[in-house]
Nanobody
Framework: QVQLVESGGGLVQTGDSLRLSCAAS????????VAWFRQAPGKEREFVTA????????YYSDSVKGRFTVSRDNAESTVTLQMNSLKPEDTAVYYC???????????????????WGQGTQVTVSS
């Protein structure tokens, strides 16, 4: 498994942008699909986006499509989540997760990922 550490969270205002990073270590990162999930207070953790190992395929939830962009740098073992036009409903703890066995139909399911970071808080004020 890889070890994951998120960074970049903070407090911003509606309409602002924020960039989250997920740094991986421990094993060859390039073969892993990486996803971002988020969990708002009192709500279940939900899928945000995923990126395949070769960056050719990315997937987004409807709630962030067109506002968030995921990218990765396998040489640096990092995945970046660029979040634009932030809304108060984007407020949550954001987690990155990785798997080298997840299949297409399971990309948005938490149980498909064995490696998780500790999370980073994103707060969007209105």
């Amino acid at each position: 498994q890889v070890q994951l550490v998120e960074s970049g969270g903070g407090l911003v205002q509606t309409g602002d942008s924020l960039r989250l990073s997920c740094a991986a270590s421990g094993r060859t990162f390039s073969g892993y699909t990486v996803a971002w999930f988020r969990q708002a207070p009192g709500k279940e953790r939900e899928f945000v986006t995923a990126i395949k190992w070769n960056s050719r395929h990315t997937y987004y939830s409807d709630s962030v499509k067109g506002r968030f962009t995921v990218s990765r740098d396998n040489a640096e073992s990092t995945v970046t989540l660029q979040m634009n036009s932030l809304k108060p409903e984007d407020t949550a703890v954001y987690y990155c997760a990785a798997s080298n066995t997840v299949i297409q139909s399971s990309l948005s399911f938490q149980r498909a990922y064995r490696s998780w970071g500790q999370g980073t808080q994103v707060t969007v004020s209105s």
